[in-house]
């Protein structure tokens, strides 16, 4: 069975659609960048083509061209309206930029570049000369509140972060430096397995090279990263969902209890309808409620029982 040929100049506008959705506004980049990139996206040329496809559309879409150094870079005209996109709804463009802004510390680095130009497409499509107010007034109706008290995030290099989340997508070793809490610096060959948010922090799940335990590393104290082009196989047994369960980010091993404590009724009122487990019980002993649940063992947990003080008493941990 023979697969149809498409035409060369089907193979030509889509070519170019890639390139144009992967061209960024703020920042530059070069020819070779976005060959991996369509590479990616399953187009195969070389990068001379890209050189002579950028050519063309830089002299027919507003694409500024920077030719003082080589290699050149490429990005849309600061007024340019980028690709446009005229099939993005009201409702798609809110959604996109609700991802932004919830979701881009938790999505891959090149996948936010490839996402450029629906951003900026989106931003066009709610801003305040076109016809969406009540999209717009979205924003100004949700709110995501703490439930502690709020932190500012610590700085993470931008270009840690690109390397670190790049190696995640790829299944690619990572090689990183990494300053402890008491300033000493390691340098480590890592496999990453996965970045989970917590609070404000973002927090790397990763093996070292000769280890099979799991590890977690702070992003924010990642000093330099660079992926490496060797790749993985990511361990069938290890599971994101399964980890966090275990309560390893809660400081714990995995070890299930049974949980038994006495809690003044104004500050345990939020406990009957948010439970701390599926089989948790709650007694009525006039100015306290008894609580017993399942729990994962963690210093979190403990955390938790302690910030109660003296509101808190008679706590039993149990197997």
């Known amino acids: 069975m023979t697969t149809k040929k498409r035409p060369e100049n089907l193979e030509t506008v889509l070519l170019s659609l890639e390139l144009l959705r992967r061209i960024p506004r703020n920042r530059k980049v070069t020819a070779a960048e976005l060959h991996r990139e369509?590479?990616?996206?399953?187009?195969?040329?070389?990068?001379?083509?890209?050189?002579?496809?950028?050519?063309?559309?830089?002299?027919?879409?507003?694409?500024?061209?920077?030719?003082?150094s080589k290699p050149y870079g490429y990005s849309w005209k600061p007024r340019?309206?980028?690709?446009?996109?005229?099939?993005l709804s009201e409702q798609e463009s809110l959604l996109l930029m609700l991802a932004e802004q919830q979701l881009k510390a938790l999505l891959p680095a090149k996948l936010m570049k490839s996402m450029d130009s629906f951003f900026v497409q989106a931003?066009?499509?709610?801003?305040?000369?076109?016809?969406?107010?009540?999209?717009?007034?979205?924003?100004?109706?949700i709110r995501v509140i703490p439930t502690s008290q709020p932190l500012l995030?610590?700085?993470?290099?931008?270009?840690?972060?690109?390397?670190?989340?790049?190696?995640?997508?790829?299944?690619?070793?990572?090689?990183?430096?990494?300053?402890?809490v008491k300033g000493k610096n390691t340098k480590a060959k890592i496999m990453p397995l996965g970045i989970a948010q917590q609070g404000v922090g973002l927090y790397?799940?990763?093996?070292?090279?000769?280890f099979d335990n799991e590890r977690i590393l702070a992003i924010h104290r990642i000093v330099a990263a660079k992926s490496?082009?060797?790749?993985?196989?990511?361990?069938?047994?290890?599971?994101?969902?399964?980890?966090?369960?275990?309560?390893?980010?809660?400081?714990?091993?995995?070890?299930?209890?049974?949980?038994?404590?006495?809690i003044e009724k104004l500050s345990g009122e939020h406990l009957l309808e948010m439970r701390l487990s599926e089989d948790q019980t709650v007694k009525d002993l006039g100015d306290y409620y008894e609580i017993t649940a399942t729990v994962i063992d963690t210093k979190k947990l403990d955390w938790w029982l302690l910030g109660f003080g003296e509101r808190v008493k008679s706590i039993v941990?149990?197997?």
């Not at 187009?43 to 027919?60: A, W």
């Not at 190696?167 to 300053?179: S, V």
């Not at 993985?232 to 070890?255: A, I, Q, V």
């Open 123 to 141: 931003r066009a499509n709610l801003a305040p000369h076109k016809n969406a107010k009540q999209a717009r007034e979205w924003f100004t109706k």
């Open 38 to 68: 369509i590479a990616q996206a399953g187009l195969e040329r070389d990068v001379r083509t890209i050189q002579r496809q950028l050519e063309m559309l830089s002299e027919h879409f507003d694409i500024e061209r920077d030719d003082r």
């Open 204 to 210: 790397l799940v990763c093996r070292f090279e000769g």
């Open 80 to 87: 340019s309206q980028g690709l446009a996109l005229p099939m």
């Open 317 to 319: 941990k149990s197997n």
């Open 153 to 180: 995030p610590p700085a993470i290099k931008p270009t840690v972060f690109e390397e670190v989340s790049n190696a995640l997508y790829g299944n690619n070793w990572l090689d990183i430096e990494y300053q402890s």
């Open 228 to 262: 490496s082009r060797f790749t993985f196989e990511r361990p069938s047994s290890f599971s994101m969902e399964k980890y966090d369960l275990e309560g390893h980010f809660g400081f714990g091993d995995g070890k299930r209890i049974k949980l038994k404590f006495k």
